[in-house]
């Protein structure tokens, strides 16, 4: 609800209203505007205002017809009108007025009186509204006194005739004048016993209890006697329970922990009114009895004593006691405490029946309003929803916790919904459960309805009905009981969907072993799709390259020139970007849950809905990692498409994608064995020709090592020789940049020398036939260390040698391959304090690791690679000597024995070197 008031300004002019909205805005109106009487007659009809300022001069209807059809109407007619006008007359004002408009203006009129008039007519509003609300609960309240000042007139007619018929009794027993005392008596009693029933009956008692002991009280009084009670009687246990005492008798009573339970075996005198089922009188309670037990010490002294019993339906219920009346009790006491009595109980019977129909209602009410089912009740034979439990009110749009006593009629909520089939036709009325059981007068059961609500949602309901029979045995309404099944329908649904994609998904399956040829398969596919999967329309989109179009490859279903029309080209600005496009060019699925508002759908939108499709998913189908094309499917329905749908179809379009690419490779396959059998052909003619050549190049290298050999080294020796002859014979002649430049020159002579060497040792190595002997690496291990060090190195280095496991090769290359590695271990880690070195070895799988660790310069990690090239150094000359070639030559030497070689390290942290050799070539 808004805050402020709401006024409707209603003028041709739209000056004036511009006027009206700038005065009425700031003092904290909400203005709508209507420029004339039909626009202004809907605006009401759409949003009811607080308070209308009406033109009396318009165009297209004047303001006394808007006027009077305002005044009309039953939920407009409450609103208040203020007339405006420039030319208006008293007699018009008058015509206006009595019509039901509240005041007039006359143009130009002043802020001031606009706004106190507005404000005076819109509090007067809000008064009458309260007021007539007032009043309308005034009448009902005045029902309610009405209809019980009929039942209280009831009443006291029943006591005027039953004080009549006293009357008439008593005027009888006068006549004869032998009974007139006892007449007059017995009147008097009845007279008495009436009034006190009259006073029992009208007496307004908040509980039971002080219902009865109002009751106790006039049946003392009537009795003429000092005190009496009331004790429930159980005839089951026998057991008498202590209802009522009369006040005096608590009040005097010194009786030490009285009794208020009494079994029928342990009373004496006064529970022979059970034993005897009738009422017992004792004039002189002092004297002995037979049948008297006495009473308890403090016990008030009794004089005399009458007890009744209180029948209901045969059985005795209760007992009434008076005692100690002034004269003794005779046979109209009884009468009267008798006839009292009955009449009470009667009454508290009654009142027990309205209390426990209460109780049942509120009861009723408690559990209708904790089922989770919806239920309605119809008390009339047109079956009228009148009350209905907190899920009906809920499910219809009441408030919840509206109490079942309450009607949706007394609310003022109708019940907004439409009973629909599942064919989406409309229930007729004496289709509909509760008419059925009426008309039938007999339960109706298991019915499947769909509530369509006005606010566009839709509810199926399961319920059953059975008729209400009133006391003649006439149907007088029915009551039906509703359980929402709207997620089990959805689950259903939604499980027909998934069944009908898993069986396409095993049709295709099933197809993908027989179907190998790619046209074959999409049209398969697309034909399974729309004859087991549901979908109206399924087809294969290809690229073609050159244009950049797409083409229809297979399709099956409804297409009716849809396809015919796409004209889709990937480079087009809008039709480029549509979802075949899309899938085409990102390899990734694209989801049209409402083909109707997606605007990816915009060119071609009209042309599918016209087709009946009302979502589709496109799946593009893979080979190789490229998009071969997508598989297109439109379902009949929005929203068809929920996330296990779209896993399922994306499983659909892999599996697919794998028969395509399977396909593909297939074929490949078959040119690879077709060209396989073509090169075999001429097979044994190439390994000859490349035998020859492999010989002929082996002779060339055989050339080229001897020419490096001798040709290189013969122009060496020279260098090295003069160099020598010019520091012999002319050393005193040379500064010492001279001989410095000769040492260099007989370093780099022996250098060049060394690695022409290493270089034919390493070129040789690839002819060089292995010899396979047993080696045993630990003995070979500790010669070679031996062997590279001298005593003084060896007291530097911590050198560890565990027991290496045999291997089975060539004796020299494998002792090569330790002397390169533990010298260059020795070599990089000469520059610390104290030099560590381990060989040690183990076992992964069935492959034995040989290692060799130092604490010396280590390398960098990304530099690993090079570690194992020809002519590759990580370290400068200056730093460590060295060739360049003994890790290749070590590498070579691993691989031509059937294994590997690996490094790591670390700058300044040292470095690790496996190895290892073909197991077949371990021991």
Known sequence: MNPKPIILAVDDTPAHLELLEALLTPAGYLVRRAAGGETALAAVAADPPDLILLDLRMPDMD????????????????????????????????????????????????????????????????????????????????????????IRHDAEDEVRLSLARAERSRRALLSALEDQKKAEAKIRRNESRLQSLVHILQYRAKSRQEFLDHALAEVIRITESRFGYIYF?????????????????????????????????????????????????????????????????????????????????????????????IRDYDDIDVLQLTLLMDAVWKTLSIKDSEEALRQHTDEMATILDILPA?????????????????????????????????????????????????????????????????????????????????????VDLLGSAAPLFDAEGQVRGSVAAFTDITERKAAEARLRKLNRTYALLSSLSQTIVRVHEPDALFAAACRIAVEQGGFRMAWVARLDGQTRRVRVAIYAGTN????????????????????????????????????ASDPRMDPWRD??????????????LMVAGAVYGTLNLYAPDAHFFDDMEVQLLTELASTLSFALEFATREAQRREAEAEIRSLNATLEERVQQRTTELLATNKELETFSYSVSHDLRAPLRAIDGFTKILLEDYAPRLDDEGLRICGVISYNTRRMGELIDALLAFSRLGRTEIRSVGVDMTALAAEVFAELTTPQERERIDFSLATLPRASGDPALLRQVWVNLLANAVKFSAKQPRASIAVTARHEGNEGIYTVRDNGVGF???????????????????????????????????????????AEGAPGQGATFYFTISPKKMA
């Open 63 to 150: 303001g006394f017809e808007v006027c009077r059809r305002l005044k009309a109407g039953e939920k407009t007619t409450h609103i208040p009108i203020i007339l405006l006008s420039a030319s208006a007359d008293s007699k018009e004002w008058v015509a206006g007025l009595q019509l039901g408009a509240v005041d007039f203006i006359a143009k130009p009129f002043q802020r001031e009186e606009l706004l106190a008039r507005v404000s005076t007519h819109l509090t007067l509003s809000r008064a009458n509204l309260s007021l007539k609300e007032q009043a309308e609960t005034l009448a009902r309240t005045n029902r309610q006194l009405q209809a019980e000042s009929v």
């Open 233 to 325: 009687y159980n005839e089951e246990r026998q057991e008498f329970i202590l209802n009522s005492w009369s006040k005096d008798v608590m009040a005097t009573c010194s009786v030490v922990d009285p009794q208020s339970c009494y079994a029928l075996d342990k009373t004496g005198f006064w529970g022979e009114v059970v034993r005897q089922r009738k009422a017992i009188v004792l004039n002189d309670f002092p004297s002995a009895h037979p049948l008297k037990k006495g009473y308890p010490e403090g016990h008030l002294p009794l004089t005399r004593f009458l007890t009744v019993p209180v029948f209901a339906e045969e059985k005795i219920v209760a007992v009434v006691g008076v005692a100690n009346k």
């Open 374 to 458: 919806v239920v309605w009740v119809g008390l009339d034979p047109d079956c009228r929803v009148i009350l209905g439990n907190r899920a009906a009110n809920e499910l219809a749009g009441i408030t919840a916790g509206t109490n079942i006593s309450q009607s949706a009629v007394a609310t003022g909520h109708a019940v907004p919904l439409t009973p629909l089939k599942e064919d989406g036709s409309l229930f007729m009325p004496e289709e509909l459960p509760m008419q059925r059981a009426v008309a039938l007068a007999q339960p109706v059961e298991e019915v499947e309805l769909r509530l369509g609500f006005a606010d566009g949602r839709l």
């Open 560 to 595: 009716d020139g849809y396809l015919e029309k796409l004209d889709i080209c990937l480079d087009d600005r809008t039709r480029g970007h549509g979802p075949t496009a899309t899938a085409l060019q990102d390899g990734q699925r694209v989801v049209i849950n409402d083909i």
């Open 607 to 620: 042309a599918a809905l016209q087709r009946g499709y009302r979502s589709a998913i496109f799946l593009p």
């Open 860 to 902: 960098n990690m990304d530099y690993a690679k090079k570690l194992f090239g020809v002519f590759q150094r990580l370290h400068s000359d200056k730093e460590f000597s060295g060739t360049g070639l003994g890790l290749a030559l070590v590498q070579r030497i691993v691989q031509r024995h059937g294994g590997r070689i690996w």
